[in-house]
C-alpha cells in the first residue's frame, strides 16, 4: 500500500496521543477499545517511537505469546519447557521499566490469563481489544476492573474530509473530496479503510461521482486490504 503522510495517518489522534502517553508515564493500566480498522494498533505504533515498550500482537496461545516477548527481553529460549519460561518473563519484564502492549486481546486462555495477571501485579499492561463485552476477552475479563478504558472511535466526518485532504492523491483533489461524505459512510469512518480506498484510487480509475462507482471502488478496496491481511499473517 502507499505511504500515508503522517498528518492524514493521526487526522483527530494527537489529543488522545498526548493523553497515552501522559498515562504511560503515570504507568497506568489501559484497556484501548475500538472497531476493527480503527487504527488502535497505528496509534501504539506511533507511541512506541518516544516510549519504549514489550509489544504482544496477541495472546490466544501461550507459545506464541513467550516467543513474542521473550526475543525483546534478550532471552533465549533454549530448552526450556513452558513453566520456566513462564517463569522467567515474569522476572525479567519488570528490570526494563517498559510498559507491555497485548494486541487483539480476545478469548484468552487460563495459562495467558493467569501470566497477565502476575504481569500486571509488577509493570504496567495495555490491553487491546475490538469488543465493549467483557466476556468476550477470556479469562482476563475479571481483571478489566483494574484497567482504565479508553475507547478509540471512528473517525468524525470532519476527520474523513482532513484525511483525504492530508493523504497523497494523484487526482483531482476536489473531486475526492466532493465524495467524502459518501466515502465517510462508505468506510464507516474507519482510518484503515479509507486507506485502503485512497490507495486503489492509484491502482484503477474510478467514477468517484457516482453512487455506483464509489461503490466498485469500495468494494475493491476491501478486497485489497483483506489480501494485505492475508499475505502479512
Not at 489529543?15 to 502517553?21: C, D, F, I, Y
Not at 474530509?161 to 494523484?170: E, Q
Not at 473530496?177 to 468506510?187: D, E, G, V, Y
Request: with cysteine; net charge positive.
Amino acid at each position: 500500500m502507499i505511504a500515508l503522510a503522517p498528518n492524514a495517518l493521526f487526522v483527530g489522534r494527537q489529543p488522545l496521543l498526548h493523553r497515552l502517553e501522559a498515562m504511560y508515564r503515570k504507568g497506568k493500566l489501559i484497556l484501548l477499545v475500538g472497531p476493527s480498522g480503527a487504527g488502535k494498533t497505528m496509534l501504539v505504533a506511533k507511541l512506541s517511537k518516544t516510549c519504549p515498550i514489550f509489544y504482544a500482537p496477541s495472546c490466544r496461545c501461550l507459545g506464541d505469546f513467550l516467543d513474542a516477548l521473550e526475543p525483546q527481553a534478550k532471552l533465549e529460549r533454549g530448552d526450556l519447557n513452558l513453566a520456566p519460561r513462564v517463569h522467567r518473563l515474569v522476572a525479567s519484564l519488570p528490570k526494563f521499566g517498559r510498559t507491555l502492549v497485548i494486541d487483539n486481546v480476545v478469548r484468552v486462555p487460563p495459562k495467558v490469563a493467569h501470566l497477565v495477571r502476575a504481569l500486571m501485579g509488577t509493570m504496567p499492561v495495555w490491553l487491546i481489544g475490538r469488543s465493549s463485552l467483557p466476556q468476550e476477552y477470556g479469562h482476563v475479563w475479571p481483571y478489566l476492573f483494574a484497567f482504565k478504558r479508553i475507547d478509540l472511535k471512528p473517525f468524525s466526518f470532519n476527520e474523513t474530509r482532513a484525511f483525504l485532504a492530508a493523504a497523497p492523491f494523484a487526482g483531482d483533489r476536489e473531486e475526492l473530496l466532493a465524495a467524502s461524505l459518501r466515502l465517510h459512510r462508505l468506510s464507516a469512518g474507519h482510518p484503515a479503510m479509507l486507506a485502503a480506498i485512497v490507495d486503489e484510487l492509484h491502482r484503477r480509475t474510478y467514477d468517484i461521482k457516482t453512487m455506483e462507482g464509489l461503490h466498485v471502488l469500495a468494494l475493491h478496496a476491501r478486497i485489497t486490504r483483506v489480501e494485505a491481511q492475508l499475505a502479512n499473517a
